[in-house]
């Protein structure tokens, strides 16, 4: 059966005097008909199509096949069907078939303003993901968490901190050197556990974070700590005591740094790193007490 586009409107309004029956047994009517107008069936098929008693089909099939006096169209004295071999056959037929709602004046408004639609949607994406054609701001954070996995020696999944300040503006490789800053951080080496996406890409850290470089973190080791002399004095290396006096003191600091953390009420809430900063306490100070004891 071919399919025929018509507005409901015009259908209804064309018989709006009729009983809400009448205007069901029309439109189903319209959807039986084929390429000539011709629908066939019966009353009992239409009946069935329509979910209409059989009395109330027959009554209506009878007031369309009447004529309309107040009918807008002069033709076939406003009748809208007849009956033919085979079924019946509806008059003016090709009027509805050949009706194009879409060139109507509020069809073309509306066509209009779900284009306008789509196009500020497309720019408003457009503009919080990353520039870049073909790709989202899901893979660009895969690609950041991926450099800090191989960094950190982790398997972190969780992405939704980098993805938000890709789409605040940061670009991968400003992520990528807050990564390489962190890695030189004491802090952070002492801590290995914030070494994190969510400690890392935090909005009130990020400011910061960019703003340093890897040299703000470099300390040098105690082979390369040298005892401050004159111009005319030449420099020196440390000797053994004085290098295990400055062990002493860097074993102290860090002693002193996983106390800190431990007494705050916000790390009793993250058991592993807890454990991580305990264990690294316990390390420390086996350490330290060795090397007391051999002075």
């Not at 037929?93 to 073309?108: L, Q, T």
């Not at 789409?167 to 004491?186: A, Y």
């Amino acid at each position: 059966m071919p399919f025929v586009k018509l507005d409901c409107s015009i259908l209804y309004s064309s018989i709006w005097s009729e009983s809400s029956d009448t205007c069901k047994v029309w439109i189903t009517m319209l959807a039986l008909a084929d390429q000539t107008g011709l629908v066939p069936a019966t009353a009992p098929g239409i009946s069935s199509a329509s979910f209409i008693s059989i009395e109330k089909t027959r009554a209506a099939i009878s007031v369309l096949e009447t004529p309309d006096p107040d009918s807008k169209s002069m033709e076939h004295e406003g009748r809208r069907i007849k009956r033919v071999e085979g079924g019946y056959l509806i008059l003016n037929y090709e009027k509805y078939r050949s009706f194009n709602y879409s060139m109507r004046k509020e069809a073309v408004r509306k066509r209009e303003y779900r284009t306008k639609t789509k196009e500020v949607v497309r720019d408003i994406k457009r503009d919080i993901v990353p520039k870049c054609p073909g790709h989202s701001a899901s893979v660009y954070a895969s690609e950041v968490l991926s450099y800090l996995n191989s960094k950190t020696g982790k398997k972190y999944r969780n992405t939704q901190y980098i993805e938000a300040r890709l789409k605040e503006g940061f670009t991968v490789e400003q992520l990528k050197g807050i990564v390489d800053v962190k890695f030189c951080d004491r802090h952070f080496i002492d801590h290995p556990h914030l070494m994190n996406p969510v400690t890392l890409f935090r909005p009130s850290h990020i400011d910061n974070y960019l703003n340093q470089t890897p040299q703000d973190f470099h300390k040098p080791s105690t082979h390369e700590r040298i005892r401050p002399n004159t111009q005319e004095a030449p420099t020196r290396e440390l000797t053994p005591e004085e290098e295990r006096d400055e062990k002493i003191k860097d074993l102290g600091d860090s002693i002193r740094n996983a106390k800190i953390f431990l007494s705050r009420p916000e790390a009793q809430k993250d058991k592993n790193a807890m454990g991580i900063v305990q264990r690294n306490l316990d390390r420390c100070s086996k350490e330290l007490a060795e090397m007391q004891g051999e002075k």
